[in-house]
């Protein structure tokens, strides 16, 4: 387990595995690297995997200010942890959330992406309509957790339930700045990605199938793993067919 402290905020991150190219998971909103777990050994057979957790998350630090919390503050937390790791490209993903963000980081720092893995993600909406709905779903999803505090987090999908933070209080606001979408620029960089990809999705994670659908047919040469018998958190699920489907991808590389 290591710590960088970037503008301020401390950033909980750990290197699993000694050799190889990086593989930077990111996980979803409300979860920590804790839904990692499962991939640790399958992974690290010639890859070194960096987890971390997001500002506001797990381990890492709460800041009190609204304004610490973006998308941009995010991909830039990213590439200062790869820059501490001493890696100069490495393969990026994440679920969710951390896909969302891993699109964003791939089209701020393409020159630094050798490959996607974009998990039970959505791109974005072009539409802003659509867009403001999403955003008011955020915006409830943090008032909910200002209200209930973490016990909210026992209704929700594993890789959320299963996570441990400090307190309530950086998941408010990491809703109401990360999760919130400000325009359409992730959904509209999808065709202009030039790595190697791969979309994974759990059949039964309803939400987000045409998600992956679009994605699929939207960057060029994508493959789509649908993962049976598994939900929004497919790696948590099914681990064992998740594990087959990345490393699968891995040895494409």
Same mark, same amino acid.
Do not use: C
């Given at each position: 387990?290591?710590?960088?402290?970037?503008?301020?905020?401390?950033?909980?991150?750990?290197?699993?595995?000694?050799?190889?190219?990086?593989?930077?998971?990111?996980?979803?909103?409300?979860?920590?690297?804790?839904?990692?777990?499962?991939?640790?050994?399958?992974?690290?057979?010639?890859?070194?995997?960096?987890?971390?957790?997001?500002?506001?998350?797990?381990?890492?630090?709460?800041?009190? &200010?609204? /304004?610490?919390?973006?998308?941009?503050? +995010?991909?830039?937390?990213? @590439? $200062?942890?790869?820059? !501490?790791? %001493?890696?100069?490209?490495?393969?990026?993903?994440?679920?969710?959330?951390?896909?969302?963000?891993?699109?964003?980081?791939?089209?701020?720092?393409?020159?630094?992406?050798?490959?996607?893995?974009?998990?039970?993600?959505?791109?974005?909406?072009?539409? &802003?309509? /659509?867009?403001?709905?999403?955003?008011? +779903?955020?915006?409830?999803? @943090? $008032?909910?957790?200002? !209200?209930? %505090?973490?016990?909210?987090?026992?209704?929700?999908?594993?890789?959320?339930?299963?996570?441990?933070?400090?307190?309530?209080?950086?998941?408010?606001?990491?809703?109401?700045?990360?999760?919130?979408?400000?325009?359409?620029?992730?959904?509209?960089?999808?065709?202009?990605?030039?790595?190697?990809?791969?979309?994974?999705?759990?059949?039964?994670?309803?939400?987000?199938? !045409?998600?992956?659908?679009?994605?699929?047919?939207?960057?060029?040469?994508?493959?789509?793993?649908?993962?049976?018998?598994?939900?929004?958190?497919?790696?948590?699920?099914?681990?064992?067919?998740?594990?087959?489907?990345?490393?699968?991808?891995?040895?494409?590389?």
């Amino acid at each position: 387990m290591a710590k960088l402290t970037r503008g301020g905020v401390s950033l909980h991150y750990e290197v699993h595995g000694t050799s190889g190219p990086v593989i930077l998971l990111s996980h979803g909103y409300s979860a920590t690297s804790e839904m990692w777990r499962g991939q640790i050994d399958a992974l690290t057979k010639g890859h070194r995997l960096v987890l971390w957790d997001m500002r506001g998350h797990g381990q890492s630090d709460y800041p009190q &200010d609204q /304004a610490a919390y973006s998308e941009a503050a +995010t991909v830039a937390d990213m @590439a $200062a942890i790869l820059d !501490a790791v %001493g890696a100069e490209r490495a393969i990026v993903g994440g679920l969710s959330l951390g896909g969302y963000m891993s699109l964003a980081f791939n089209e701020a720092h393409p020159e630094r992406v050798i490959a996607l893995l974009i998990i039970d993600t959505g791109p974005g909406f072009k539409k &802003d309509e /659509a867009r403001a709905g999403w955003n008011e +779903t955020a915006l409830k999803t @943090a $008032a909910r957790f200002e !209200a209930e %505090g973490l016990s909210r987090l026992q209704s929700l999908s594993k890789e959320m339930a299963t996570s441990t933070h400090r307190s309530a209080e950086g998941l408010v606001r990491a809703g109401r700045g990360m999760l919130t979408q400000r325009d359409a620029h992730v959904i509209n960089s999808l065709p202009g990605i030039a790595v190697p990809s791969l979309v994974v999705v759990g059949a039964n994670d309803t939400p987000f199938l !045409a998600a992956a659908d679009y994605m699929a047919a939207k960057i060029p040469g994508a493959k789509k793993v649908v993962i049976p018998d598994a939900g929004h958190a497919a790696n948590i699920d099914q681990p064992e067919a998740f594990n087959r489907a990345v490393v699968g991808f891995l040895g494409t590389l």
